[in-house]
C-alpha cells in the first residue's frame, strides 16, 4: 500500500512497496538516504504528479524560483513537473530565451521533440546557442539530421568554446546517424 505525507517544507514522505521514501530538494532518497533506482524514481514522481501539479498551479514563485524549481524536478528526472515550472517561468518571463532552451530539453526528455520545435520555433532565429543545440538535439531525435547541422553551423563558425563542445555533441550524433552529411568525397578529386 502506498501511502503519501507531504510536509509544510516541501519534503514528501512516501510509502512505496514497504519501503520509504523521501523526496526533497537534493531529489529521491530512501529512508537510509541512497538513492533509488532510475525505475523507482519514475514511478514515485507518477505516485505522486498530481500533488507535485497542483503545487506548481498554486505557486506564486518569481521567476528565479521556478527556475530553481524546474531544475530540482529535472534533477529528479520529473520532466512532466519541469516543464509546467517553466512553463509557468515562460508566461511571467517570455523575452528570456533561456527558458525556452530549458523547456526544449525536458519536453525531448519527455520524447516529445516535435512539441519541443513547435514550442521554440517563434524564437529560434535569436542567436541563443543553448536553444540551437536543444532545437538540432530534437531535430536529431525526429531523424531531420541536415537541419540540426544547419541549425549548429553558426555555434561552430563563432560560437564560445563551451557552446561548441555542446554542438560538437550533436555533431557527432549526426555523424554517426547520418555519416553521408559529413563524408567529403570531393576533397580528393
Do not use: H
Amino acid at each position: 500500500m502506498n501511502q503519501v505525507n507531504t510536509v509544510a517544507n516541501k519534503k514528501y514522505e512516501v510509502i512505496f512497496e514497504g519501503e520509504k521514501y523521501i523526496k526533497n530538494n537534493d531529489g529521491w532518497r530512501r529512508k537510509d538516504f541512497t538513492i533509488p533506482r532510475q525505475n523507482i524514481i519514475v514511478k514515485l514522481n507518477k505516485l505522486l504528479e498530481d500533488v507535485f501539479l497542483k503545487e506548481v498551479e498554486n505557486s506564486n514563485y518569481t521567476v528565479e524560483e521556478l527556475i530553481k524549481k524546474a531544475d530540482i524536478e529535472k534533477n529528479s528526472k520529473n520532466f512532466v513537473i519541469a516543464e509546467r515550472y517553466i512553463k509557468k517561468a515562460i508566461s511571467k518571463s517570455p523575452e528570456n530565451l533561456m527558458l525556452y532552451a530549458k523547456l526544449c530539453s525536458f519536453l525531448r526528455e519527455l520524447g516529445k521533440p516535435e512539441e519541443a520545435l513547435a514550442e521554440t520555433e517563434k524564437i529560434k532565429n535569436y542567436k541563443n546557442s543553448a536553444l540551437s543545440i536543444s532545437r538540432a538535439g530534437a531535430m536529431c531525435d525526429l531523424g531531420r539530421y541536415l537541419e540540426a547541422k544547419k541549425e549548429i553551423a553558426p555555434i561552430l563558425a563563432s560560437g564560445s568554446t563551451r557552446s561548441k563542445e555542446y554542438a560538437f555533441f550533436i555533431v557527432n550524433r549526426i555523424k554517426k546517424e547520418a555519416p553521408e552529411l559529413y563524408e567529403r568525397s570531393d576533397l580528393f578529386e
